[in-house]
Nanobody, 122 residues
Framework: VQLQASGGGLVQTGGSLRLSCAHS????????IGWFRQVPGKEREGVSCISVGPNTTKYTDSVKGRFIISRDSAKNTVYLQMNSLEPEDTAIYYC????????????????WGQGTLVTVSS
């Protein structure tokens, strides 16, 4: 299983970024794919996830209404559209995939790739 996140960068407060996650490695028991973020020295924070099957999505409360997760199954890519960015969103964002929905949502799933840095300036 491979996951490669991209699309991070520096943006001003209120700006937008779209992260992409190219993923490979299929297992029938995979439940969801998603994003978590981490600030060095702090705990991982689950951000959002989307089911592998029916198009079910979930968001952590702090990003609801601002972030949108989507997928393009033909391209094996998941996206995270981030709008109205705030300095508190600054973190390294990781793409993750796993067999347990809750673990994917909380950043504790068994597979993740290299992250992409998002910096929001005030």
């Amino acid at each position: 299983v491979q996951l490669q996140a991209s699309g991070g960068g520096l943006v001003q407060t209120g700006g937008s970024l779209r992260l992409s996650c190219a993923h490979s490695g299929f297992r029938l028991d995979f439940a969801a794919i998603g994003w978590f973020r981490q600030v060095p020295g702090k705990e991982r924070e689950g951000v959002s996830c989307i089911s592998v099957g029916p198009n079910t999505t979930k968001y952590t409360d702090s990003v609801k209404g601002r972030f949108i997760i989507s997928r393009d199954s033909a391209k094996n890519t998941v996206y995270l559209q981030m709008n109205s960015l705030e300095p508190e969103d600054t973190a390294i964002y990781y793409c993750t995939k796993g067999t347990d929905w809750d673990k994917v949502m909380t950043g504790k799933a068994e597979h993740w790739g290299q992250g992409t840095l998002v910096t929001v300036s005030s």
